[in-house]
């Protein structure tokens, strides 16, 4: 659908001041952002994407190696930046091919997203800033994604090792927004360069690929921080900040970390958690079994997330909360829930050979002094040393005190992390809310 030139005019005006409120310097506000330009296979031109208020459909690839790739020059992008594309691969098949879907919108990261080499390098960075973290907002709608899986505009042919190669579309990094996937399940994923060889295509090794697409889907739609974190580990990146860039929007944050090339893994990471919402942040507080290594302890390090086996998000909804606060030096990470200012652990302190769930108790003091027991599991095989704790638990209703970070009480109402238990029996959540030891709304400052 064309717009008349006040329209556009109009469309213009707001996407450029859209792409202007929304960049903070350091933060995206609008995750949901549409794209800087769009590939009208119409006219066979990029454009900026205010030209039509219809969403384009994403095309998603596998980047083949640099040595079976060559740089095209070509009039679609006015010839602003050398196009990376696969040896063998065109940029006229791929538009025939995406014609014959009936598609006149698309958008392609070759030619829509500015690539390096061109004449105006000097807008590559700033680009990127805003134009990488909002990549995922293309795949995230009702339209269809169009999937070149063996690389762009390639027939879609196994060869062996496929599903084990680094150029595989299902181990890079930045195809894991790339998912199909909109929260209302309307997404389809359209496999182009399919050619009917089905001798080339053993029937297994397309089983084993539909049921990878089929398991990233309940991967989006479930949306846990750890599970996405979980498949970003197996995945591959030409830069490592790429992997902490490419989980980004996959999760869902409040705001987007704009991408900074020159930040390192763990500033990126700091900033994300920042951007998180205040459900997600608990997950990594209740569920990840050990204290950071770096400058927090409440919460991993993200070469703890990407090196070690992380736990599964037992609850389908949110846990608890934790709020940051950004002051001019610093910030104040603040959760309000169950507090139980001190109480014995023990059972814990050994390994489980089988790596079953170990048994242990937590002892309390009732109104009188007298101890009481609880039973609690810890689904990890982190040590914990018997003795006296800090304990936070979380303060969901529906799971109400079910999950607990024991740690120290520092000075000023601050609190540091050690590891997590959970009271997972119904009835002895039940005997520890009626012996009301707990504070139910305790505030406590996270080191």
Not at 168 to 190: D, H, S
Not at 253 to 261: F, T
Not at 292 to 303: E, L
Not at 432 to 446: D, T
Request: net charge negative.
């Amino acid at each position: 659908r064309e717009l008349s030139s006040l329209q556009a005019l109009q469309e213009r005006v707001k996407s450029f001041y859209s792409r202007w409120a929304s960049w903070t310097g350091r933060d995206i506000i609008d995750p949901d952002m549409p794209p800087r330009r769009i590939w009208d296979l119409y006219a066979n031109r990029v454009l900026p994407s205010w030209v039509t208020p219809e969403r384009p459909w994403g095309i998603s690839h596998a980047w083949v190696d640099e040595k079976h790739r060559k740089d095209v020059w070509t009039p679609i992008n006015g010839n602003e930046w050398p196009v990376p594309m696969p040896n063998d691969a065109d940029l006229d098949l791929i538009r025939i091919e995406m014609l014959n879907l009936g598609v006149e919108y698309a958008w392609l990261d070759v030619l829509c997203l500015r690539q390096e080499g061109g004449k105006n390098e000097y807008l590559h960075v700033e680009e990127w800033a805003i134009d990488v973290p909002t990549i995922g907002s293309v795949y995230d709608r009702d339209r269809a994604v169009v999937c070149y899986f063996c690389g762009l505009g390639r027939p879609l042919i196994f060869e062996e090792g496929y599903f084990e190669s680094d150029r595989c579309w299902f181990n890079r990094a930045w195809t894991l927004q790339e998912v199909p996937y909109t929260r209302n399940g309307g997404t389809q994923t359209v496999v182009c360069g399919e050619t009917g060889d089905e001798g080339r295509k053993e029937e297994e090794i397309r089983t084993r690929f539909d049921e990878q697409l089929t398991s990233l889907r309940h991967m989006r739609h479930d949306s846990s921080v750890l599970a996405v974190l979980s498949e970003m580990q197996k995945r591959v990146s030409a830069k490592p900040l790429d992997k902490v860039a490419g989980v980004a929007y996959v999760i869902g944050v409040q705001w987007l970390p704009v991408y900074n090339m020159a930040q390192s893994e763990e500033g990126a990471w700091r900033y994300l958690v920042e951007a998180m919402y205040r459900d997600t942040r608990a997950d990594l507080f209740f569920y990840y079994p050990e204290p950071g290594n770096r400058t927090k302890r409440w919460r991993p390090s993200w070469k703890q997330v990407m090196t070690q086996t992380l736990p599964s998000s037992d609850e389908a909804k949110a846990i608890g909360d934790i709020d940051i606060y950004m002051l001019p030096f610093s910030e104040i990470v603040l959760h309000c829930g169950p507090r139980i200012r001190l109480g014995e652990v023990c059972g814990l302190a050994d390994q489980s050979h089988d790596e079953d769930p170990r048994r242990g108790e937590l002892v309390v003091k009732d109104r009188t002094g007298a101890p009481q027991r609880i039973k609690v599991v810890a689904n990890h095989q982190y040590q914990i040393p018997e003795g006296l704790y800090a304990l936070i638990g979380n303060n969901d209703a529906d799971v109400f005190m079910k999950y607990w970070v024991l740690g120290h009480q520092r000075k000023y109402n601050r609190f540091e992390k050690l590891s997590v238990i959970r009271i997972a029996d119904e009835d002895e959540r039940r005997k520890l809310q009626e012996l009301e030891v707990a504070e139910r709304h305790s505030k406590v400052i996270l080191l």
